[in-house]
């Protein structure tokens, strides 16, 4: 069985080739600046065409119809989606009615879906929605404080994202803990340019920090996640910036950018660790806001089993990791000091006395996304 992922955004395609058998990816790779002056392609088609002549040309893929399956990342799948699906048309006219909801993300997600139908009408092809996996919320986690209006009519409230990322780690735990997942409490902690916490209760996701958009919740990259909603009005009246500098500001020029200057984790760790003031400011707010998430989180569980850390800066900043856990010994929460423990890539970093297992695991969204559209497939053609 052989699956291609494809991941497309606004300006870039990323995509896998996996053999479902080994679970083993046989090619990987990226067309990006689609559609900027002087790049190699125009658009997504030239650009899809592009991916499947470079997996001719590395002898992973003789033909397309040697293809089982084509996954999709989608970004937002609204309420009409909690389980990836396949693609027909009635799907297709859904996520494009949910281009309101994602107007940056959506669009280039269906291009991508078009042209592969287009290109291969005979191979199935399967949506994975990045919101699908915290559709589990009860209400009075996704409903805002608002009028009910609001909800009923323009669908406002919290969707959450990084859906894929959250439920694999939940399942590489669970493996790695010879525990079944709907046995397991898990808060687990998504942390890159963008960031993102979900409480997972047996399996199920009963909280998640980001909201109706992506800027909800953590401080990130660029973006400065929770603030008072009364700063927008401040800031449009008496900085006299448009709506549209306002969106740009706190969702592009802030978080560690906004506080320090720079949005690559690494390069404000490097920064800090010299005495920079401004980076390990920054460096003390982002560890603090995620600090505050797992208390909240511990308290809407009851009980912890693990917490998880995923992601290029949960899965390789060991101090920011350590400054995280430090301080919730109340919690159970209790990080070695020793060189952590490894097996099948993933780290154990808890003390012996700690209640509360500490893992890091490597994310793969790609592989989680495979594995659905098998799983849709596979009961299709059951």
Known sequence: MTILVINAGSSSIKYQLFDMQRQLPLATGMIDRIGEPAAPVANHHQALEQVVAQLSSSGALASLDQLTAIGHRVVHGGERFSQPVLIDDEVIQAIRAMIPLAPLHNPANLEGIEVMQGLCPGVPQVAVFDTAFHQSMPDYAFRYALPERLYRDYQVRRYGF???????????????????????????????????????????????????????????????????????????????????????????????KGVCGSSDMREVSQRASQGDDAEQLARAMFAYRIKKTIGSYAAALGRVDALIFTGGIGENDTELRQQICTGLEGLGIAISCEEPTASNNILALHSADSRVRLLVIPTNEELEIARSAQSVVGFVDS
């Not at 958009?213 to 009364?230: H, N, V, Y």
């Open 162 to 256: 990084h859906g894929t990322s959250h439920h694999y780690v939940a399942k590489q735990a669970a493996e790695f803990l010879s525990t079944e997942l709907n046995s397991l409490n898990l808060i687990t902690l998504h942390l890159g340019n963008g960031c993102s916490a979900a409480a997972i209760e047996a399996g199920h996701c009963i909280d998640t920090s980001m909201g109706m958009t992506p800027l909800e919740g953590l401080m990130m990259g660029t973006r400065c996640g929770d603030i008072d909603p009364a700063l927008h009005f401040y800031l449009l009246r008496e900085g006299g910036l448009s709506a549209d500098q306002l969106e740009k500001l706190l969702n592009k020029e802030s978080g560690l």
